[in-house]
């Protein structure tokens, strides 16, 4: 009796773990399938948002933008979209509990400036592939022909003249700078020293020497964005300078740009 009681406990063991076995299988199997559906829900329903994109910007521009008011009206159609997943009667029940837009970019920012940007990529990437489109042998003709003749840059140029507005904006900063320098210029020639702090590409300290006479002493920093690699980009445009009478110390070294050029002070004042 004792030995077919512990093949008994024995067999209930191993047919137990087995079960575990297949109850876990299962489980997974269904984790992974709701997670594909999940993810499913949420691109299916991505995609019929985007389908309501503004039909005259992606026809002109290519840009793939959508028109409205505030982000909690984009939210409440991405929960309508996704309503018919969550109430589907199927093996993978899940409810959204939150539905939130974390970042979003209104064309409208900056006084229209990235709207203005992305229209002047797409007339520099695409103007030109975008005359092929739908054209036919002898429309290519035509049109290879048209270039060849100049048709094609007058119509590039017809088509930017309405963004010069930009250029001409930058063109006066320009001379607001280069006046301004011009102004400075005799209080800078005063100077016995001049400590130019600069950072992003660094070209302030080339400039200064080039229109004054006693030493400049360059200080790179590391403010900027992209490519100033935190101030290295400034140190190495100070480095390769051109100009006489500049040198420079270490990037963010605002300390010892100020003693050095209290010293320069001290023996031009002897």
Not at 8 to 17: E, Q, R
Not at 79 to 99: C, D, L, S, T, V
């Amino acid at each position: 009796m004792c030995r077919k009681g512990e093949i008994t406990v024995f067999l209930a063991m191993i047919l137990f773990s087995v079960c575990s076995l297949l109850c876990v299988v299962v489980e997974s199997a269904r984790t992974a399938g709701a997670r594909c559906y999940l993810r499913m829900a949420v691109d299916s329903s991505a995609d019929s948002l985007m389908a309501q994109y503004h039909r005259e910007l992606w026809d002109k521009y290519r840009i793939l933008g959508l028109e409205y008011d505030k982000a909690e009206t984009l939210e409440k159609e991405l929960r309508e979209f996704m309503r018919p997943y969550m109430e589907a009667e199927n093996w993978y029940p899940m409810k959204a509990e939150q539905i939130r837009i974390t970042d979003m970019t209104d064309l409208t920012q900056g006084d229209g400036r990235y709207f203005e940007q992305e229209i002047l990529d797409y007339m520099k990437y695409g103007l030109l592939d975008a005359d092929w489109d739908e054209l036919d042998e002898a429309g290519a003709i035509e049109l290879s022909g048209a270039w060849k003749e100049g048709n094609s840059v007058n119509r590039v140029s017809e088509l930017y003249s309405a963004h010069s507005r930009e250029a001409v904006r930058v063109e006066k900063a320009l001379e607001t700078i280069n006046s301004t320098l011009l102004a400075q210029r005799e209080r800078l020639g005063k100077a016995n020293c001049i400590v130019a702090v600069a950072g992003m590409e660094g070209a302030l300290g080339t400039v200064i020497a080039g229109l004054v006479e006693c030493p400049v002493v360059a200080v790179p920093t590391s403010v900027g964005y992209g490519a100033s690699f935190h101030g290295l980009s400034a140190l190495l445009t100070m480095l390769n300078s051109c100009a006489n009478g500049i040198s420079v110390v270490n990037i963010d070294n605002g300390y010892g740009a100020g003693y050095l050029a209290a010293q320069i002070n001290k023996m031009a004042v002897r």
